[in-house]
């Protein structure tokens, strides 16, 4: 689903204040090439998997 942005201000200042840790949000990074392997991991919630990002196309 979509983020609320309605008052994101108040939370990217705690954020960046450090009040608010990030490391839980993102819970895995994959670049494009493995897009694939990516919505997998996330379909079966491997290793806790929650949220990803996917990163630009990276030159192998």
């Given at each position: 689903?979509?983020?609320?942005?309605?008052?994101?201000g108040?939370?990217?200042?705690l954020v960046?204040e450090?009040r608010i840790?990030?490391?839980?949000?993102i819970s895995g990074?994959?670049p494009?090439?493995d897009v694939?392997?990516a919505?997998?991991?996330?379909e079966?919630?491997?290793?806790?998997?929650?949220?990803l990002?996917?990163?630009?196309?990276e030159?192998?």
């Amino acid at each position: 689903g979509g983020v609320d942005a309605c008052n994101m201000g108040e939370t990217m200042r705690l954020v960046r204040e450090g009040r608010i840790g990030t490391g839980c949000l993102i819970s895995g990074r994959y670049p494009l090439n493995d897009v694939v392997e990516a919505y997998r991991a996330f379909e079966a919630h491997e290793d806790g998997c929650l949220k990803l990002v996917i990163t630009p196309w990276e030159d192998r």
